[in-house]
């Protein structure tokens, strides 16, 4: 028996918001990009063809918020106030939802700072865990693009939070 809407929604929504968050840093922006995902997909729940379900929810995520990115041109980033409600009822307990939402704001702050295009990649690989073959799939894009966005993401994330990094001493042989 085919799930029902409410199941679909119920079973994924957690997982649509956490990737919406992540590539747009933004608790509004991220809940916008749900809904829309949710809006898309029980618009196109008949053309779909088999394949993995999650990987058309993050190629129609994905694909929103590039949408998104190019009509803004610059994504605003404002925090929601902390007594903001969230999704009621059946959710998770709040202190998983911000776990699974929220990284280190300063890892959140670079991640942030990248352009779409290298964020994207880099979020579904090292966040969310694609393979670049899935990647490329869902961007469509070449394998190659894929490769290079996700390792100059990686480099300007590394550059970005370099300071964070334990500094190397050598050993003087002075102490206690």
Known sequence: ????????????????????YR?????????????????RVFRSLADYSPGT????????TTNLFLDMVRRRQ?????????????????APSPEQVYADTHLDPQVQAALDALSPEF??????CDI??????????TLGIKL????SRIHRGRVQLREALAHLAP???GVTGEGS
């Open 167 to 169: 500094r190397r001493t």
């Open 119 to 124: 964020r994207v990649a880099v979020v579904l």
């Open 23 to 39: 590539l747009s840093g933004n608790p509004q922006d991220a809940e916008d990009l749900t809904q829309e995902t949710f809006v």
């Open 1 to 20: 028996m085919a799930p029902t809407w409410e199941q679909v929604v119920r079973d994924h929504s957690a997982r649509v918001y956490r990737l919406a």
């Open 144 to 147: 190659g693009t894929v490769r």
């Open 53 to 60: 379900f999650e990987g058309w929810l993050h190629r129609i």
């Open 128 to 137: 969310e865990g694609l393979t670049y073959e899935e990647i490329a799939a």
């Open 74 to 90: 610059r994504i605003r980033f404002d925090a929601l106030p902390d007594d903001t409600e969230r999704l009621p009822g059946r």
